[in-house]
Structures are given as C-alpha cells and as structure tokens.
C-alpha cells in the first residue's frame, strides 16, 4: 500500500511538469506580445515594461525565474489587472471556487448515491424509471443551460432566489451555483451506484447470505453496499474534473467572484500570465484531488490495500 | 469478405429495428438539411436587422417564426446557421481526431514492444491534461477562430480512440488472416491499411458519433463563455450567452437554441448507443 500511495505521488510529478512547461511554450508561442494595444505605447514605455516583466531576457532564462517563482507560489504579475499579482486574484479566488465546489460535491454524494439505491431496490418499476430518466436528462443537459434555466425559473420566474450577486454570509446566493454544479454530478452517480448495486446483488456470496436467512436490510447494508460503492469511489475522481470545468460557467453566470471567473476575464483579455497561473492552479487541484480519490479507493478495496507491491 | 456484409447486414437489421435511435437518425437528418437549406429560404440574413421587429416573440410578427433578438436579428436563422456553425465545426473536429487516433492506435497496436509503449506514453501524458483548460489556452494564444477551435478540439479528440483502435489492433493482430497476411509476404502498411483498419471499423464509428455531440458540447461552452465562436457569426453556446443575457425580457432568446442543443445531443447520443448494440453482437 505504501509503495502504491508512493509511485502515485512520484507519478504525479511529470504530469504537472507536463502541464507547466505546455503552458509556459503555448503562450510563448502567441503572436504579438501582451503590450500590443490599439494606441501603440512609446518605445522607451514598451522597453521598461518588458524589462519589468522580464520579457527582455532569453526564453530559458524567463521559464527558469517562472519555475522559481512557482516553487515559492510567486505567479508573476498580471498582465492587464496591472494593480494585481496573479498570485493575488488566486487567494481571492480559490476559496470561493473552493466552497461551491465542495458544496456541490457534497450534494451529489448526498442525493445521488441515495437516489441509486432506491431505483435498484425497485428495478423496472416507477420509481427506476423515474430516476434514470431524470439522469439521463442531467448527464444529457450541460450545465451552460442548465445554470440560466435555473436563473430563469427560480429567480426570474418565481422570485425564490437570487438571479446572481455574491455577498458575504447570503447563503441563497449559492444555492442555484451549488445546485447547477451538482445537478450532472448527481446523474452520474445515480446511474454508477444503481448498475453498481444491481451486479452486486446477484453476486454469489450475495445469494449465500440470502441462503443464510440475513436479513435483507443487513445484506444491503453490510454486506452489498459496501462493494457496490467502489466504483462510485472511483468516479469522483472525474467527478471533481466536471465540477471544476462547470464552475468556469457557473461562476460567470452567477457573477461569483472565483477563480473561474478570473480565468474566463483573463482568457478574453489574453491576459496570458493569468490564464497560465490559472490553468495551472486548476490541473494540480485535479491531479490531487483525482489522486485523493484513487487512493481513497485502493485503501477501501482490500484486493489492493492488502497486496504488498504493485 | 461474405461474413463482413453478413455483419454489416445484421447491424442494420438490429438498427433499424431499435425505434429511438432511428428516431434519433431521422431527427438528426431533419436538422442537418434544416441548418444548410433552411437559410436559404428563409426571407432573413443572420446579420440582417429588421428595425420594425426588435426582440418580438415567436409567431407574432409576419415571418419571424421563432421571434427576433433584441438587435432585431431572426432568431430561427441565426438558431440554424449557430447549428451549421457548431454540427459543421464538431463533425470537421471529429474527422481530425478520427484520422490522427486511428492511424496512431492501429500503428501502435500492430508494431507492439516499445514503439507501442512509447506513443501510448504520449497518449497517456496528453491524457492527463485538462483538457478543457488547454483548448482555453490554445484559444488564448492563437485567437478565438472557427479554425483554432476545431485545431484545438481535434489535438486532444483522438487520445480514446486512439487507446480503443489500439486495443482492437492488438487483439486482431493474432487472428489467422491477418498471419495469413504475413505468410504471403504482404508488408506493414498493407496489411495496417488492408486488413487491421476495416475490421476496426464498427467500434471507430460507434466511438466517432459518441463524440460529435461531446465537441458540440466544449465548441458551445466556449462560445457560450466568449472564448470560443465571435459574434456576428453565430453558434448555439453563444447564441445561448446572448439568451442568458436577455433572459429576464426575452425567455425564447434562452429557450430556442438551448432547446436546439439539448436536442443535437441527445439524439446523437441516443444514435451512438444504439449502434454500438447494433454492431456489438457479443450483448445479444
């Protein structure tokens, strides 16, 4: 187990070096520079400006101080919120992104592992179908129509929620962020846990404690359940992946002040040094929270934990 | 060659036997002659601003059957030519990523040993990357073009069907017409083009209608937050933006071309499941 939790960690390493050297070469790569607006500036302004942002200097030597600066989480400066460093907007946002993340999480393990149980303990009938429908309509739906058909419904048509807007300590301003978010979350796992669940129940050693007379709620609970949600394990990895592309729209839509909003003005100011912090920010979240979720699962799964190298 | 037809035969039989996907088909078919005939023959331009119509309704002002938007612009002909914009840019991404993961996966899996290992290194690096995040990037840097887009959806498109081409070629590779193949002295490229290639064909296309609606899906997510399709040239995810905008006055701004797109989905979603039990006898 420690050798695996060890050659994951070491396997993550290339991956974000990948990430950050990709990120660093494309936006090198970009025709004209950050400082080519309509008014051309002066050339002793440009000069000063570049040096001040080190675009003077070789390539090598402008990805060398970057890595540098990463390794201190120093982003560099941002090209167009010039009173801003990229470092800043990421503290201001982060926590934000963070807590509708989390929240959105949280939600779909609450309602969708549940909502999965039910339809498989009544497979084939109403409730069944009822529920797969409903997740395929949210697998189906992305979440850019879904997050203004909510606006529109529960905060035009009915009045019940705020249209958009962030102020400290008004929870109603997250709920329809939350909701939006987790809506395909819920889908998915509804859909994994249900066929999850149903291969389990006809399982052998299933039928052998049913022979056993156990009582079926412990057969569900102690028994089936516990292998049945493996997989959903597993998923939220991906799971973590859909809420943070999600939350770039959510953000804009409901005027959040997260990090997804950051990228999406960055991304439309080609604000490179931003998008690049950005993106890189995103990617190590995923790549840590996937690993969190595959180690999670190998810890749960005894195949895994008990074997002593793979 | 006679089992291939009777394969093919049977999977259209199963097809056309399976209500909602041919459904789906005809759906499908309908929209697609719709987006490139319909502005044709309907009295407006995308861009053409009807001054005495600005943000009507659907079937209340004489020829604007979906209602106008709020530069009084006809909504059903940008709704058809954002469809065009985004089927057209989806199916041209799914090409790219057809031709690039085909060729990679079938060469990999048919040379095997390091040169397999070694490009589905690249594959599983690539895969790694979020991929979302790059496509933003790429848009960032090149500017936010129809070609970019598609150049960019495409670069990351072919890593699946790459490892399912792979997969198969592996396995096809041991079959006896393929050494039946070698004994008669035919050479790699031969027998990668002749013979490993068309019987990869069922789950490639199974794979590629799969992803139309998924590029159709990151195409529309980036117009829809700006990043992707500029305006005037219209795509559902901007035509979309544009609806969220006014929703608050002019709801059927919102609802026709999210409609549109739910439905381009769905039913090519519906499609691509029931080809694959179509073509996929080992489930019947």
């Known amino acids: 187990m420690l050798a695996y939790v060890a050659r994951r960690l070491l396997g993550a390493i290339p991956t974000l070096a990948v990430i950050v050297t990709l990120s660093f070469v494309l936006t090198r790569l970009a025709p004209g520079g950050p400082f080519d607006e309509e008014q051309a500036l002066a050339p002793e302004i440009r000069a000063n400006l570049e040096a001040a942002y080190d675009l003077d200097q070789p390539v090598a030597i402008q990805f060398g101080r970057y890595l540098a600066g990463l390794l201190h989480g120093d982003f560099g400066p941002s090209y167009k919120f010039r009173d801003f460093t990229v470092t800043e907007l990421i503290a201001s946002g982060l926590p934000v992104s963070l807590t509708i993340g989390a929240a959105a999480i949280i939600l779909a393990i609450a309602l969708g592992i549940p909502a999965g149980i039910w339809a498989a303990l009544r497979q084939h009938r109403l409730a069944d179908r009822m529920v797969m429908s409903l997740a395929v309509a949210g697998i189906s739906v992305p979440v850019f129509v879904v997050a203004p058909f909510l606006a529109l419904v529960f905060g035009i048509w009915l009045r019940w929620l705020p249209v958009a807007g962030w102020t400290a300590g008004r929870p109603g301003d997250l709920v329809l962020p939350v909701v939006t978010l987790a809506l395909p979350v819920i889908a998915y796992l509804a859909r994994l846990t249900r066929g999850s669940l149903l291969e389990v129940l006809r399982a052998p050693w299933i039928r052998a404690a049913r022979a056993r007379g156990l009582a079926p709620r412990r057969i569900l609970l102690a028994h089936a359940l516990p292998a049945a949600l493996l997989p959903v394990v597993s998923f939220l990895g991906p799971a973590v992946a859909a809420v943070l592309t999600g939350s770039l729209v959510v953000e804009t839509i409901f005027g959040l002040p997260g990090m997804g909003r950051h990228l999406v003005q960055g991304a439309l100011n080609r604000d490179y040094t931003l998008v690049m912090g950005m993106v890189i920010v995103y990617a190590a979240l995923m790549i840590a929270l996937n690993l969190a979720a595959d180690l999670a699962y190998a810890w749960l799964d005894p195949r895994i934990r008990r074997e002593r190298r793979l | ?284």
């Open chain 2, 1 to 284: 060659m006679n089992g291939r037809g009777g394969l093919w035969r049977d999977a259209l039989l199963r097809l056309a036997a399976n209500r909602v996907a041919c459904a789906s088909l005809a759906i499908l078919m309908l929209m697609i002659v719709a987006a490139i005939v319909g502005p044709l023959l309907l009295d407006y331009r995308q861009d053409e601003i009807d001054w005495a119509h600005m943000a009507v309704p659907p079937l209340t002002a004489e020829g604007h059957w979906l209602g106008t938007d709020r530069l009084g612009r006809d909504l059903l002909v940008r709704t058809l030519h954002g469809l065009r914009v985004s089927m057209g840019i989806a199916m041209l991404a799914t090409l790219v990523s057809l031709a690039i993961g085909v060729s990679w996966g079938a060469v990999a899996g048919y040379l095997r040993g390091r040169t397999d290992a070694l490009m589905m290194r690249v594959v599983d690096v690539l895969y790694a990357l979020p991929q979302v995040f790059f496509v933003i990037i790429l848009t960032v840097v090149f500017g936010r073009s129809p070609a970019t887009l598609l150049v960019a959806i495409g670069a990351f498109g072919w890593l699946t069907m790459a490892r399912i081409v792979r997969g198969q070629a592996l396995a096809l590779r041991e079959r006896e017409f393929v050494e039946a193949a070698i004994v008669g002295g035919a050479g790699t490229a031969r027998i990668v083009t002749r013979h490993i290639i068309p019987n990869l064909l069922g789950p490639v296309i199974v794979y590629a209608t799969l992803t139309v609606p998924q590029v159709i899906l990151v195409e529309s997510f980036l117009s829809f937050l700006g990043i992707g399709i500029q305006e005037p040239l219209a795509s559902l995810g901007n035509l979309i933006a544009d609806g969220a905008v006014e929703m608050e006055t002019a709801s059927w701004m919102l609802l026709v071309p999210a409609s549109c797109l739910v439905l381009v989905v769905f039913c090519f979603n519906f499609l691509g499941d029931g080809l694959r039990d179509a073509l996929d006898p080992r489930d019947h």
